[in-house]
């Protein structure tokens, strides 16, 4: 009979913990990704020049940044030091592992465009110092040929900024898809931003 007590006991404590797992919400978002307003996009610093379409990268990253801008949500910010999220992006071509040239930056440009269905804008560095790794000011190497390996979908990876090397820390949020870049619509941002929206109704259940 004591057997039969405590079976009948471990059972529905098993239950309780079952039950109690099931309604522990997980959070999507943390708060401080949901409190951001300032943006940098970046291609992936490891990310080589395919000889086939060399624009690819950078032209991906454009696409996003005018699709955040249409957005509304964001600011774009011109480094690391300013800028509360960074989205790192990288085309897929459908091979995971393909020659590319290797040894030039891609990050590097002298001013930060804010591109917008009505025109773009465009802003100066200011004289902040910059944060150690930070992709904008990655120094020129010698140009040379490698064997990339890299996922075969486009990616889209969301980490904090405002910190030193922040692309080493573990992405926020990560997505990964075919055509997840694609212009003009960049179906990564809808991703996004509909996460958000989600994280935000989570937010405001939450006692």
């Known amino acids: 009979?004591?057997?039969?007590?405590?079976?009948?006991?471990?059972?529905?404590?098993?239950?309780?913990?079952?039950?109690?797992?099931?309604?522990?919400?997980?959070?999507?978002?943390?708060?401080?990704?949901?409190?951001?307003?300032?943006?940098?996009?970046?291609?992936?610093p490891n990310a080589g020049i395919d000889a086939?379409?060399?624009?690819?990268?950078?032209?991906?990253?454009?696409?996003?940044e005018k699709?955040?801008?249409?957005?509304?949500?964001?600011?774009?910010?011109?480094?690391?030091?300013?800028?509360?999220?960074i989205i790192s992006i990288r085309k897929g071509n459908g091979k995971i592992a393909q020659q590319t040239i290797g040894g030039v930056p891609t990050n590097n440009r002298p001013v930060i465009f804010e591109p917008t269905d009505s025109g773009v804008g465009i802003g100066a560095h200011r004289g902040t110092p910059p944060q150690a790794g930070d992709p904008t000011g990655a120094q020129p190497q010698d140009p040379h040929p490698q064997v990339e390996v890299a996922p075969a979908q486009d990616m889209f990876a969301v980490y904090r900024?405002?910190?030193?090397?922040?692309?080493?820390?573990?992405?926020?949020?990560?997505?990964?898809?075919?055509?997840a870049l694609r212009s003009p619509d960049v179906p990564a941002v809808d991703v996004f931003r509909n996460l958000i929206k989600e994280a935000e109704k989570q937010q405001s259940a939450t006692p």
Request: with cysteine; hydrophobic share 45%; charged share 25%.
């Open 52 to 64: 086939e379409a060399p624009n690819a990268n950078r032209t991906a990253q454009e696409d996003v």
């Open 67 to 85: 699709a955040l801008m249409n957005w509304g949500r964001f600011t774009l910010a011109p480094d690391v030091s300013s800028a509360d999220l």
């Open 161 to 179: 900024g405002k910190r030193d090397n922040a692309l080493d820390a573990p992405a926020v949020w990560r997505y990964s898809a075919k055509n």
């Open 1 to 44: 009979m004591r057997y039969h007590r405590s079976l009948a006991f471990s059972l529905l404590l098993i239950c309780c913990l079952v039950a109690a797992g099931k309604d522990k919400k997980k959070i999507i978002l943390p708060n401080d990704v949901l409190e951001a307003r300032t943006v940098l996009v970046v291609v992936d």
